[in-house]
């Protein structure tokens, strides 16, 4: 069973920068993509970037320009670099990732953007 868990999270003011990472207990040839979700208070959960296997990245229009994910391999670890921090970024992180039979989530890290 695959295990994912996420650090990083913390309080920064607006403007600040924070880097999650994710690391998986083991590498499952079966996992076509990791990524990062997040999930505010009231509202759904929501994908904020994905990078697949072949290296192609997804990121979501809030945080593009913002948000950078990349991968190490050899690590079993997947970061989200998050820079020129605001408050709406405000949310509880999760790590995902998908193989074609399952999806796994992390535990989840708070960001908290406030000053």
């Known amino acids: 069973q695959l295990q994912l868990v996420e650090s990083g999270g913390d309080l920064v003011q607006p403007g600040g920068s924070l880097r999650l990472s994710c690391k998986a207990s083991t590498r499952l040839a079966s996992i076509y993509a990791m990524g990062w979700y997040r999930q505010a208070p009231g509202k759904q959960r929501e994908l904020v970037a994905q990078?697949?296997?072949?290296?192609?990245?997804n990121t979501a229009d809030s945080v593009k320009g913002r948000f950078t994910i990349s991968r190490d391999n050899a690590e079993n670890t997947v970061y989200l670099q998050m820079n020129s921090l605001k408050p709406e970024d405000t949310a509880v992180y999760y790590c995902?990732?998908?193989?074609?039979?399952?999806?796994?989530w992390g535990q989840g890290t708070q960001v908290t953007v406030s000053s």
């Open positions: 995902n990732a998908k193989s074609y039979i399952n999806n796994y």
């Open positions: 990078i697949t296997s072949s290296g192609d990245t």
